[in-house]
């Protein structure tokens, strides 16, 4: 099992910048893969970015590209979300998943999600 802990999330006005961690623990062999995804209230789940343990190849989704940038310090087993110009929509639960295969796979492994709330 993976276990995956987020944090860094919290309340910012827009403009602002934000840093997530995910904590990866546990089979951290089976982490080929780390994402972040998130949730805004009524809205499906959105991909936003992903990067490959081995490589630190990066996958960013459509939201994210310019803005935000995935990072990942082997040493510490943590993979960092860094968030610059923080918009109201980019308001959302934010969650990282890992998963044993690659890129492009699906995510098996959840963690419980960190609140990003981004006043205008």
């Known amino acids: 099992q993976v276990q995956l802990v987020e944090s860094g999330g919290g309340l910012v006005q827009a403009g602002d910048s934000l840093r997530l961690s995910c904590a990866v623990s546990?089979?951290?062999?089976?982490?080929?893969?780390v994402g972040w995804f998130r949730r805004a209230p009524g809205k499906e789940r959105e991909f936003v970015a992903a990067?490959?343990?081995?490589?630190?190849?990066?996958q960013y989704g459509d939201s994210a590209k310019g803005r935000f940038s995935i990072s990942r310090d082997n040493a510490k087993n943590l993979v960092y979300l860094q968030m610059n110009s923080l918009k109201p929509e980019d308001t959302a639960a934010y969650y990282c998943?890992?998963?044993?295969?690659?890129?492009?796979?699906?995510?098996?492994?959840w963690g419980q999600g960190t609140q990003v709330t981004v006043s205008s």
């Open positions: 998943a890992a998963n044993p295969y690659g890129l492009g796979y699906p995510y098996v492994y």
């Open positions: 546990g089979r951290t062999f089976s982490s080929n893969a």
């Open positions: 990067i490959k343990w081995s490589s630190g190849y990066t």
